[in-house]
């Protein structure tokens, strides 16, 4: 069945970088829009960013856009969120999602979702 697994988690202080990966299996990777989602403590799973199938088209939900960075890698049936200059708001539990076809901006509309990884920030 469809897997993805993401990584790159972990703990860091502010002001540090991070990359988070989602590999993708037993999926047709690029037929399928992407996206990254945070929750935090307490708080409703939320959109970060979205990509679609061939990375043309970008949707960044959050407010900080130049400190987030959304990419795939259809070769590797990867995607990646780059987040830097992280803040302790930015922790939280970091999932990645897939559906056919177009990006889409609700979780509803995901078909596919990994485990999570884990961001703790330390200010």
């Known amino acids: 069945q469809v897997q993805l697994v993401e990584s790159g988690g972990g703990l860091v202080q502010a002001g540090a970088s991070l990359r988070l990966s989602c590999s993708a299996s037993h999926l047709s990777f690029a037929a399928h829009a992407m996206a990254w989602f945070r929750q935090a403590p307490g708080k409703q799973r939320e959109l970060m960013a979205a990509i679609s199938r061939n990375g043309a088209d970008i949707f960044y939900a959050v407010s900080e856009k130049e400190r987030f960075t959304i990419s795939r890698d259809n070769a590797k049936n990867t995607v990646y969120l780059q987040v830097n200059n992280l803040k302790p708001e930015d922790a939280g539990v970091y999932y990645c999602?897939?559906?056919?076809?177009?990006?889409?901006?609700?979780?509803?509309?995901?078909?596919?979702w990994g485990q999570g990884t884990q961001v703790t920030v330390s200010s």
């Open positions: 999602a897939a559906r056919r076809w177009e990006l889409a901006k609700t979780e509803y509309e995901y078909s596919y």
